[in-house]
């Protein structure tokens, strides 16, 4: 089981409801977010294109975080999700400066926090991560690759997609549609 | 134009706009490391080459300052932690992949040996100290029955410490300008520099502080040499790299690296060196300072340029 | 979903593994939701039904709250229409309206001068005694028609019932005058249908979506963005025209960056393309339209060339997607917009769309815009309403007949004594919208205010209209409260129910509460002659076969439509609500009431040198003004910056992230700086800013001070003669990197 997530720039109208849905969802305090908007603009007037990613922690299979975290904390779950156990993390920051896309932010109680795919509270019921399911524009797919009916491997087989920094060698399992 | 902002989100001070989750906290600890480091390298070298008498100060004094950088660099590691009561976590698993890990056990290993070692030669200080109990006393013989090999152990554990103050940095994929190799052995290069600077410092022996700025001008000179071919490499390569060497060559870094750290840190003290291993009268506490300094802003100047470099995307 | 099926895989295992992953998965501590699944306990977290108040579009959810009552999350009701299960950002983040310490906390008295900000609190019996003998007051001597409400939100419904049983129906919606009004007036006139919220648009189903200047996707009017994304999936053609590269134009095939104010000209060029080329639907044409040969000469002068020389867009781009539209015709929408008070000819350009619509064929198709139904209520048994004297139309002999809504712009005006009129407004209740922000030229608006006796504002926040209120009176968060049930227009008919999810906080108080109370206060008990809310609603839900129970659980109800004609049938026999029974190409309503019959295009005056023309616009995380201090949300966007190109920045000096202050060209300066956004997102001849933000209430800790506000800025109204709407897209705005000295303070 690979969980993975594609999210299509050309649906996404950037309207951040991804991030207050998972701020809601997964009680990130006010002041810090697990996903952001980003969006960016290239051209000249009126020659101009646009592209937007919520974006995430990536999940990578080859995540640097897992690598430099000295106590384990930062750890693969099932699926080949990237999680936090924050009774292991002592707080030290190496994930953080380890993270290429900078996904991870120092939670106020002191350890690390980011994106679960909302696995424990969501996934695990059957449920798309939170930010999946409250899209309006429907342009976020979740599921696992390696089944290879469900949503984000029909939509990955049938669509142009990249990832984001490949040269970073990270392997991100969150896919953007273009 | 091309305009890329975040929009929402990632309210993220400590990555926004560049990232800044290390302070002074972890230059200081990655200086003091290195400087106990090289003081305890150059104490078990000669202890092993049986120069001890020859190099007092190199051998019984300085390493007592080792076990005050060792816990002022372990508390200043502390105080950066953010889920400090969680410290022990570090102790419960050694994680090869991880430099943070294997550099808590170095130290773990590291910092109890320069305990040994200093209490070994606390009368040097304290000529009339007595240890009082028998059991101490008996430890105390067992460590000088086997010197040698507690030499062979602090030195080569000296070396690691001193390679993981860069290797810390260099681990960082992420950040490109600490990642590339070369940073593991400048930084050991510096930190025994500023081993050798706080021998000449502290010592009265004039043999021992000849031969220590010798070594002193060699280490700076591959120092030189190891931040030159560090230039050559960066720009050689990616556009992430070129990018990051130019905060150094013409960026926000230029002025501080090449005048704290190169020019007073490195050629001054080395000229003053020179000038003085010719016969010139100079002050003798100027060129080590400079060393010691230089060695501590290459430090904060690696650690805090490093947070500003990072990929495109 | 592979998901789901992982899932089962897991339950399968037995009980006693189950038990132990339960465990493992316990770390996460941050997650109040993360309950334990396999607890047969908790099988649902305690929700309760709601629709949303965030906005107007007024989404069904549900309500989460955690073990120990508080509320946590709020997401969309699968079964609704609206929102299909999905909230919007806004929606999502209406937590925070109810978490927001700024709160209005019990009802307050004003002491000082108006404006002023000083207040005593007041127990609710006070205030509404205060309130009762100044209304009595004001019946006394004007007539109770003095008094008038603005309302935006649905509690006003029910002071809407209280001032119409003391004899007003001056009831006014600035989302009339300052928004939508002038494309209902220009449908009503052409299909004798209005296009209703939500909008009629079968976007979903649509193979051509034309935006003039809508950008949806900054403005998040839910359905329509999800219909939209649909549309993108099934290869739709998106056409947007947009002097600013909007999100909506970052997705469509062709985006044309037209000359601002010349829109008309171009929707008259397509007309005339599509005629000349023969690309209408000739049957539908002939067989439901009025005036189609008057049009056809009418139009003739509107080449592409000429075009060309007054919007800017080369010929062939205007061919290209009149072509387009006419290849996925009748599937095709020219969207009416929704904010469309620009220029003062705007009930003009939405006649334009509509008659481009009705030639394409488009009215009545799958993919055009289908004809909705509304599940009906019967109202609570009450003696009829007292017939008013006089209406706000006295104000306004001969004008604006055409306006099939109350004109806010036209109340505040008539509140300003005049001795040109017998009467003037004399008391306002303002409902749930912040008027100083809503509605143009401020300084008319304060100049009302100073002239009335009563000025009774009902809101959840302070604002800056609140600030000039005689009496507050702080109503609880839709979170707390119970409402009217919500119906609206839809392909199928459904009604929604919005319940407390939780006590109200301080001492605020639901508006039917207030409305019953006052009403007792004023011996007018009758028209409120249910005890409470809940038997209210039963009673309704009872009528049309559900009840309060039920509703409770479900949120949301559909029913099936009583007719089968959500598009024509092929061939149908139609008779529009027009006086000529047809779609009206040419307008006998217009005609009659002295304006041109078929829309003419008259150029607008346009920005002098070192001035840009101010458009302003929507986040999609905000509703106007009412959302900036809600904590959730501005954590995604706390302040508005002023879209400037990257020419005209190089131009000025002006450095991304500067802040400046905009002084329009009646010498008006913001109040507060405004950060330099440089983009070559807007055109060189505009800036753009976000609306709402700039509030100058320095109760509200968040939004006090953040960004400018447009509305300070829009001093010159071009009032659309047709309907009273108010053309606000007329101001042009420079640069000052220093506030000057000797501005007054305005509070």
């Given at each position: 089981?690979?969980?993975?997530?594609?999210?299509?720039?050309?649906?996404?109208?950037?309207?951040?409801?991804?991030?207050?849905?998972?701020?809601?969802?997964?009680?990130?305090?006010?002041?810090?977010?697990?996903?952001?908007?980003?969006?960016?603009?290239?051209?000249?007037?009126?020659?101009?294109?646009?592209?937007?990613?919520?974006?995430?922690?990536?999940?990578?299979?080859?995540?640097?975080?897992?690598?430099?975290?000295?106590?384990?904390?930062?750890?693969?779950?099932?699926?080949?999700?990237?999680?936090?156990?924050?009774?292991?993390?002592?707080?030290?920051?190496?994930?953080?400066?380890?993270?290429?896309?900078?996904?991870?932010?120092?939670?106020?109680?002191?350890?690390?926090?980011?994106?679960?795919?909302?696995?424990?509270?969501?996934?695990?019921?059957?449920?798309?991560?939170?930010?999946?399911?409250?899209?309006?524009?429907?342009?976020?797919?979740?599921?696992?690759?390696?089944?290879?009916?469900?949503?984000?491997?029909?939509?990955?087989?049938?669509?142009?997609?990249?990832?984001?920094?490949?040269?970073?060698?990270?392997?991100?399992?969150?896919?953007?549609?273009? | 134009?091309?305009?890329?902002?975040?929009?929402?989100?990632?309210?993220?001070?400590?990555?926004?706009?560049?990232?800044?989750?290390?302070?002074?906290?972890?230059?200081?600890?990655?200086?003091?490391?290195?400087?106990?480091?090289?003081?305890?390298?150059?104490?078990?070298?000669?202890?092993?080459?049986?120069?001890?008498?020859?190099?007092?100060?190199?051998?019984?004094?300085?390493?007592?300052?080792?076990?005050?950088?060792?816990?002022?660099?372990?508390?200043?590691?502390?105080?950066?932690?953010?889920?400090?009561?969680?410290?022990?976590?570090?102790?419960?698993?050694?994680?090869?992949?991880?430099?943070?890990?294997?550099?808590?056990?170095?130290?773990?290993?590291?910092?109890?040996?320069?305990?040994?070692?200093?209490?070994?030669?606390?009368?040097?200080?304290?000529?009339?100290?007595?240890?009082?109990?028998?059991?101490?006393?008996?430890?105390?013989?067992?460590?000088?029955?086997?010197?040698?090999?507690?030499?062979?152990?602090?030195?080569?554990?000296?070396?690691?410490?001193?390679?993981?103050?860069?290797?810390?940095?260099?681990?960082?994929?992420?950040?490109?300008?600490?990642?590339?190799?070369?940073?593991?052995?400048?930084?050991?290069?510096?930190?025994?520099?500023?081993?050798?600077?706080?021998?000449?410092?502290?010592?009265?022996?004039?043999?021992?502080?000849?031969?220590?700025?010798?070594?002193?001008?060699?280490?700076?000179?591959?120092?030189?040499?190891?931040?030159?071919?560090?230039?050559?490499?960066?720009?050689?390569?990616?556009?992430?790299?070129?990018?990051?060497?130019?905060?150094?060559?013409?960026?926000?870094?230029?002025?501080?690296?090449?005048?704290?750290?190169?020019?007073?840190?490195?050629?001054?003290?080395?000229?003053?060196?020179?000038?003085?291993?010719?016969?010139?009268?100079?002050?003798?506490?100027?060129?080590?300072?400079?060393?010691?300094?230089?060695?501590?802003?290459?430090?904060?100047?690696?650690?805090?340029?490093?947070?500003?470099?990072?990929?495109?995307? | 979903?592979?998901?789901?099926?992982?899932?089962?895989?897991?339950?399968?295992?037995?009980?006693?593994?189950?038990?132990?992953?339960?465990?493992?998965?316990?770390?996460?501590?941050?997650?109040?939701?993360?309950?334990?699944?396999?607890?047969?306990?908790?099988?649902?977290?305690?929700?309760?039904?709601?629709?949303?108040?965030?906005?107007?579009?007024?989404?069904?959810?549900?309500?989460?709250?955690?073990?120990?009552?508080?509320?946590?999350?709020?997401?969309?009701?699968?079964?609704?229409?609206?929102?299909?299960?999905?909230?919007?950002?806004?929606?999502?983040?209406?937590?925070?309206?109810?978490?927001?310490?700024?709160?209005?906390?019990?009802?307050?008295?004003?002491?000082?001068?108006?404006?002023?900000?000083?207040?005593?609190?007041?127990?609710?019996?006070?205030?509404?005694?205060?309130?009762?003998?100044?209304?009595?007051?004001?019946?006394?001597?004007?007539?109770?028609?003095?008094?008038?409400?603005?309302?935006?939100?649905?509690?006003?419904?029910?002071?809407?019932?209280?001032?119409?049983?003391?004899?007003?129906?001056?009831?006014?919606?600035?989302?009339?005058?300052?928004?939508?009004?002038?494309?209902?007036?220009?449908?009503?006139?052409?299909?004798?249908?209005?296009?209703?919220?939500?909008?009629?648009?079968?976007?979903?189903?649509?193979?051509?979506?034309?935006?003039?200047?809508?950008?949806?996707?900054?403005?998040?009017?839910?359905?329509?963005?999800?219909?939209?994304?649909?549309?993108?999936?099934?290869?739709?053609?998106?056409?947007?025209?947009?002097?600013?590269?909007?999100?909506?134009?970052?997705?469509?095939?062709?985006?044309?960056?037209?000359?601002?104010?010349?829109?008309?000209?171009?929707?008259?060029?397509?007309?005339?393309?599509?005629?000349?080329?023969?690309?209408?639907?000739?049957?539908?044409?002939?067989?439901?339209?009025?005036?189609?040969?008057?049009?056809?000469?009418?139009?003739?002068?509107?080449?592409?060339?000429?075009?060309?020389?007054?919007?800017?867009?080369?010929?062939?781009?205007?061919?290209?997607?009149?072509?387009?539209?006419?290849?996925?015709?009748?599937?095709?929408?020219?969207?009416?917009?929704?904010?469309?008070?620009?220029?003062?000819?705007?009930?003009?350009?939405?006649?334009?769309?509509?008659?481009?619509?009705?030639?394409?064929?488009?009215?009545?198709?799958?993919?055009?815009?289908?004809?909705?139904?509304?599940?009906?209520?019967?109202?609570?048994?009450?003696?009829?309403?007292?017939?008013?004297?006089?209406?706000?139309?006295?104000?306004?002999?001969?004008?604006?007949?055409?306006?099939?809504?109350?004109?806010?712009?036209?109340?505040?005006?008539?509140?300003?004594?005049?001795?040109?009129?017998?009467?003037?407004f004399k008391g306002w209740f303002v409902y749930g919208t912040n008027l100083i922000k809503t509605l143009p030229n401020r300084k008319q608006t304060l100049e009302a205010i100073q002239s009335l006796d009563l000025l009774v504002a009902i809101d959840t926040m302070p604002m800056e209209i609140t600030g000039y209120a005689d009496v507050i009176l702080p109503e609880c968060t839709y979170l707390e409260r119970y409402d009217l049930l919500r119906t609206s227009p839809h392909r199928e008919p459904n009604i929604a129910l919005r319940m407390p999810a939780a006590k109200p906080k301080y001492d605020t108080k639901p508006a039917w509460w207030m409305a019953k109370k006052l009403a007792s206060k004023l011996g007018l008990d009758e028209y409120f002659a249910w005890n409470d809310i809940e038997k209210l609603l039963d009673w309704q839900l009872k009528q049309i076969g559900s009840s309060l129970d039920e509703m409770k659980r479900i949120g949301v109800k559909k029913f099936p439509r009583k007719y089968d004609d959500l598009y024509f049938w092929p061939n149908q026999d139609f008779v529009f609500n027009t006086n000529s029974g047809k779609i009206e190409l040419y307008s006998t309503d217009m005609e009659n009431e002295g304006f041109d019959p078929i829309p003419k295009y008259t150029p607008h005056p346009e920005p002098p040198e070192g001035y840009y023309r101010l458009i302003y616009g929507r986040a999609p995380m905000h509703t106007f003004s009412r959302t900036i201090n809600n904590p959730n949300l501005v954590d995604l966007m706390a302040e508005n910056s002023v879209w400037i190109n990257p020419k005209v920045t190089k131009i000025w000096g002006l450095k991304n992230g500067q802040e400046i202050y905009l002084q329009n060209q009646d010498g008006v300066v913001s109040e507060f700086p405004i950060k330099v956004r440089a983009t070559e997102r807007i055109r060189w001849d505009s800036v753009y800013i976000v609306h709402g933000f700039g509030h100058s209430n320095k109760k509200l800790t968040r939004a006090f001070g953040k960004g400018a506000s447009d509305s300070e800025l829009i001093t010159n109204v071009m009032m659309d003669p047709v309907m009273g709407g108010t053309g606000m897209r007329g101001n042009f705005v420079t640069f000052l990197t220093e506030k000057p000295i000797g501005e007054e303070v305005k509070s």
């Amino acid at each position: 089981m690979r969980y993975a997530m594609a999210i299509d720039t050309k649906k996404c109208v950037g309207c951040s409801d991804c991030v207050v849905a998972c701020q809601t969802e997964n009680n990130v305090p006010i002041g810090y977010c697990r996903d952001w908007i980003v969006e960016v603009t290239d051209g000249t007037y009126p020659q101009l294109e646009i592209e937007l990613r919520s974006e995430r922690c990536n999940h990578c299979e080859n995540a640097p975080c897992v690598r430099c975290c000295p106590t384990g904390a930062s750890h693969y779950e099932d699926g080949g999700a990237v999680l936090v156990t924050p009774d292991k993390c002592i707080g030290c920051g190496a994930c953080i400066t380890s993270c290429p896309y900078d996904a991870r932010y120092s939670h106020p109680d002191g350890y690390v926090d980011k994106c679960t795919f909302c696995l424990d509270n969501r996934v695990k019921k059957g449920e798309d991560p939170a930010c999946v399911s409250v899209c309006p524009t429907k342009c976020m797919y979740f599921g696992d690759l390696d089944d290879l009916n469900s949503d984000v491997s029909q939509v990955l087989k049938k669509r142009k997609w990249k990832t984001l920094i490949p040269e970073a060698g990270t392997k991100p399992h969150v896919y953007y549609l273009i | 134009m091309k305009e890329e902002l975040i929009t929402s989100g990632r309210m993220n001070p400590y990555i926004d706009p560049h990232l800044n989750i290390w302070h002074w906290q972890i230059p200081l600890y990655l200086f003091l490391g290195g400087l106990a480091a090289g003081i305890l390298f150059f104490a078990a070298l000669y202890t092993i080459q049986g120069k001890a008498d020859k190099y007092p100060t190199a051998v019984k004094i300085a390493p007592l300052i080792t076990p005050f950088a060792l816990v002022l660099g372990l508390i200043a590691l502390f105080l950066d932690l953010k889920h400090k009561l969680y410290f022990w976590q570090l102790y419960t698993t050694l994680r090869l992949e991880s430099p943070m890990s294997w550099g808590a056990w170095t130290l773990m290993v590291v910092t109890p040996l320069s305990f040994v070692w200093s209490a070994l030669n606390i009368r040097q200080i304290f000529p009339n100290w007595d240890w009082r109990y028998s059991w101490v006393k008996n430890i105390e013989a067992f460590f000088r029955k086997n010197i040698i090999t507690l030499s062979w152990i602090l030195l080569i554990f000296s070396l690691i410490l001193g390679v993981y103050t860069g290797i810390l940095f260099s681990a960082f994929n992420a950040r490109p300008l600490w990642n590339t190799s070369i940073l593991g052995p400048l930084f050991l290069a510096s930190g025994l520099s500023a081993g050798a600077a706080a021998i000449v410092l502290i010592s009265k022996n004039h043999f021992e502080r000849k031969q220590m700025a010798k070594i002193d001008l060699i280490i700076i000179g591959v120092e030189l040499f190891l931040i030159i071919h560090m230039f050559m490499g960066f720009l050689a390569s990616t556009q992430v790299q070129i990018d990051a060497a130019s905060l150094f060559l013409g960026g926000p870094y230029t002025t501080p690296f090449w005048l704290f750290v190169v020019t007073l840190g490195m050629v001054v003290p080395a000229v003053l060196e020179i000038l003085e291993l010719n016969g010139y009268r100079m002050p003798r506490w100027l060129a080590p300072v400079l060393i010691l300094f230089g060695s501590l802003m290459l430090r904060f100047i690696i650690a805090y340029a490093g947070q500003e470099s990072r990929w495109l995307y | 979903m592979s998901n789901r099926r992982e899932f089962i895989k897991i339950s399968s295992l037995g009980a006693g593994g189950l038990a132990l992953a339960a465990n493992t998965f316990s770390w996460s501590r941050g997650m109040s939701f993360a309950q334990d699944i396999f607890d047969d306990k908790a099988e649902e977290p305690i929700r309760t039904p709601t629709y949303c108040e965030l906005c107007f579009w007024k989404c069904a959810g549900w309500v989460y709250k955690d073990d120990i009552g508080d509320i946590r999350k709020i997401t969309g009701n699968d079964d609704d229409p609206h929102c299909n299960g999905r909230f919007c950002p806004r929606g999502t983040g209406g937590v925070g309206m109810y978490y927001d310490k700024d709160r209005l906390r019990r009802p307050l008295i004003r002491t000082g001068e108006k404006g002023e900000q000083t207040f005593r609190e007041a127990s609710w019996d006070e205030a509404f005694d205060y309130i009762a003998k100044k209304m009595n007051k004001i019946a006394e001597e004007h007539g109770p028609e003095c008094i008038a409400l603005f309302t935006h939100g649905s509690g006003g419904k029910f002071f809407s019932t209280l001032l119409k049983a003391f004899g007003s129906t001056n009831i006014a919606a600035p989302s009339f005058a300052q928004c939508r009004g002038p494309r209902e007036v220009g449908f009503l006139a052409t299909f004798g249908e209005l296009v209703l919220s939500p909008e009629r648009t079968d976007i979903r189903d649509t193979k051509c979506l034309v935006l003039i200047g809508s950008h949806l996707g900054e403005n998040m009017h839910n359905g329509q963005v999800q219909e939209m994304s649909d549309a993108i999936d099934k290869g739709a053609t998106i056409i947007t025209v947009d002097p600013r590269y909007s999100i909506a134009a970052g997705k469509s095939k062709y985006w044309l960056p037209i000359k601002p104010s010349t829109d008309l000209a171009l929707l008259l060029t397509w007309i005339n393309l599509i005629i000349q080329n023969e690309w209408y639907d000739k049957d539908y044409v002939e067989k439901y339209t009025y005036g189609f040969d008057v049009l056809k000469e009418t139009v003739k002068p509107y080449t592409p060339e000429w075009a060309y020389g007054i919007t800017g867009l080369k010929p062939d781009m205007i061919y290209d997607t009149a072509k387009a539209m006419h290849d996925a015709a009748p599937a095709v929408i020219i969207h009416p917009g929704r904010h469309v008070t620009w220029y003062g000819d705007d009930t003009q350009r939405s006649r334009a769309i509509a008659i481009l619509n009705a030639i394409l064929g488009s009215w009545g198709r799958r993919g055009g815009f289908y004809y909705p139904e509304v599940a009906s209520l019967p109202d609570y048994p009450h003696p009829p309403f007292p017939e008013p004297k006089r209406t706000w139309r006295d104000a306004f002999p001969g004008k604006f007949n055409l306006a099939n809504e109350v004109l806010s712009t036209g109340i505040c005006e008539a509140t300003i004594p005049n001795t040109a009129r017998d009467c003037s407004f004399k008391g306002w209740f303002v409902y749930g919208t912040n008027l100083i922000k809503t509605l143009p030229n401020r300084k008319q608006t304060l100049e009302a205010i100073q002239s009335l006796d009563l000025l009774v504002a009902i809101d959840t926040m302070p604002m800056e209209i609140t600030g000039y209120a005689d009496v507050i009176l702080p109503e609880c968060t839709y979170l707390e409260r119970y409402d009217l049930l919500r119906t609206s227009p839809h392909r199928e008919p459904n009604i929604a129910l919005r319940m407390p999810a939780a006590k109200p906080k301080y001492d605020t108080k639901p508006a039917w509460w207030m409305a019953k109370k006052l009403a007792s206060k004023l011996g007018l008990d009758e028209y409120f002659a249910w005890n409470d809310i809940e038997k209210l609603l039963d009673w309704q839900l009872k009528q049309i076969g559900s009840s309060l129970d039920e509703m409770k659980r479900i949120g949301v109800k559909k029913f099936p439509r009583k007719y089968d004609d959500l598009y024509f049938w092929p061939n149908q026999d139609f008779v529009f609500n027009t006086n000529s029974g047809k779609i009206e190409l040419y307008s006998t309503d217009m005609e009659n009431e002295g304006f041109d019959p078929i829309p003419k295009y008259t150029p607008h005056p346009e920005p002098p040198e070192g001035y840009y023309r101010l458009i302003y616009g929507r986040a999609p995380m905000h509703t106007f003004s009412r959302t900036i201090n809600n904590p959730n949300l501005v954590d995604l966007m706390a302040e508005n910056s002023v879209w400037i190109n990257p020419k005209v920045t190089k131009i000025w000096g002006l450095k991304n992230g500067q802040e400046i202050y905009l002084q329009n060209q009646d010498g008006v300066v913001s109040e507060f700086p405004i950060k330099v956004r440089a983009t070559e997102r807007i055109r060189w001849d505009s800036v753009y800013i976000v609306h709402g933000f700039g509030h100058s209430n320095k109760k509200l800790t968040r939004a006090f001070g953040k960004g400018a506000s447009d509305s300070e800025l829009i001093t010159n109204v071009m009032m659309d003669p047709v309907m009273g709407g108010t053309g606000m897209r007329g101001n042009f705005v420079t640069f000052l990197t220093e506030k000057p000295i000797g501005e007054e303070v305005k509070s």
